[in-house]
């Protein structure tokens, strides 16, 4: 069962396809909506000094305002035609290529432990393998004995088949020491997957920047009046805190 979660771990990462970069134009979107934020975000103690602080703001509202980072270049003024209709999930090729990739690593989890498992019941249907060095109450019998209809068997004594998710759930110390804490053989992940969490596309529709371009300028204007700088009077502070004052 290691040998086999180790290999599972090392077949994943074969089957993991690189992630696609983003064009330019698809970043310079996202970095300018960052940047604004980050930028209102330190309004109230701010690093940046009054003057390069509101040129800063008002050049990066009227660039916001105008479109001028959207991917797809600034909007239409005149608005006319219909809006565009959201594309479809399913007919985009990174979202299918994100479906196969969940498809297969869902297949590499599942089908050896579903080898494993029927190969033990095979050739160890109804063997007791271990018996555990200390006692245990009759609540432990059903999940230490499946397979094993014997009511008055002591509870310490372990089924092949008990043995087996009793592995498979408490090997994971194990794959964390040796694989690292990202890796693909941790039983916990087979239990809460099914073959298509990963597999189908999140719903919903794509983010609209020019929305949020319009929004974000409101809020750099309205964190203008908030503004303070962290450097206003600074030599009498440092004065004052050293005991000069």
Known sequence: MILVGI?????????QTPPKKLPLAAIREQRALARA?????????????????????SSLSKALADGSYLKDGPPNPKGDGAPAAPPNPLSDPAAM???MSGMKTQMVMMVPQMVIMGW???????????????????????MLQRGIETPDMDVRWVSSLSWYFLNFLGLNGLYRIILGGDNSADAS?????TPFNTAMPSAGQPQDYNKLFKAEKDNL????????????????????KYGRL
Not at 37 to 57: K, M
Not at 230 to 235: K, L, Q, R
């Open 97 to 99: 290529d994100g479906m």
């Open 37 to 57: 934020q980050i930028l209102r975000a330190t309004t109230t103690h701010s690093p940046i000094p009054p003057t390069y602080y509101h040129s800063i703001s």
């Open 7 to 15: 290999l599972r771990h090392y077949v994943v990462l074969l089957l």
């Open 189 to 193: 992940k087979d239990m809460a997957a």
């Open 221 to 240: 204007e309205f964190a203008e009046g908030l503004y303070k700088w962290a450097g206003e009077d600074v030599e009498t502070r440092v004065l004052r």
């Open 120 to 142: 033990i019941n095979f050739f160890f249907q109804g063997f007791v393998l271990i018996k555990l060095p200390f006692p245990l109450t009759l609540g432990f019998k059903s």
